[in-house]
């Protein structure tokens, strides 16, 4: 039924072209021209992309060639080549551009061309979001073995008091305070020295990093405010790595631990009164109603 209906479709097509036959030139003179312009327009770019690699030169062409039927023939392939090599290592280009060439360039059916090599400043920033990740999952399985009859866990949640929202890494609601924590999770020994500066000495060497009591505040102020004052918060820093040496920790001034005493400390924390039941649904209440979509 349905292969007649398509036969039948095709003839009439067929009989009204042949009755009207200028109508299938005109058709075919303006996908003709179509095409050449698109040609033309192609070896511009891709002139302007080989003269002077830029940020814009390099977006027109990869729009070009998504418009552009590529002729499949080895000289066609080879002047794409040239000009994806062109800007492949060309630091004045965004990175994500030159992938987003190659990618566009190896959809069309062009060959040899490889991705861009990844930036120093990108691979150390994967690196260190690949770090937090890590951080993040271990300190996640240590406050799974918290009683949940006593105690609340919000992970990786982004809260605001009114104002710029924050990124909090972990906040546990216990009957004794809330627990606002920031994770930290690198290789090597963390030092800090008298004054409150942070190091990491990694096979002997040392280097600054950054102070994460700052943040630490930063999130205190909000949350403070978010439960209005009424509840008791407790700032933590909780080192991920559980084979680092932390030295100085006692000039923090926010309290450092490593993530296999962070459920015993919360556990066991035991100053002031405790909370009751209205404070602590009271502080689940006010921090799910101030959640963002991150």
Known sequence: MILN????????????????????????????LYYFVSQIQLAIRQRAVMRKPSNETVQAFIAQVKRTIINNHPRSWNSLRQAYYAVKDAENVDFELRL????????????GVHPPRQPHYLQNEEKIKQAGQEGEKKVAYALKWLDRNRFKVFANIRLSDGGEAQEFDSIVIGDKAVFNIEIKNYTGNLTIDQEGNWYRVVNGHKTGMENPVFQVKRHHKVLNNILEGKIPIVDLIVWANIESVIEGAQYSLVKVIKVDQLTHFIENYDEGRSLSKEETAFAISRIQSSMQKS
């Open 5 to 32: 209906k398509i036969r039948i479709f095709f003839s009439r097509i067929i009989d009204f072209f042949l009755e009207y036959p200028l109508v299938l030139f005109f058709i075919i003179m303006i996908i003709g």
């Open 100 to 111: 987003k060439l190659c990618e566009v360039l190896q959809k069309k059916g062009v060959n």
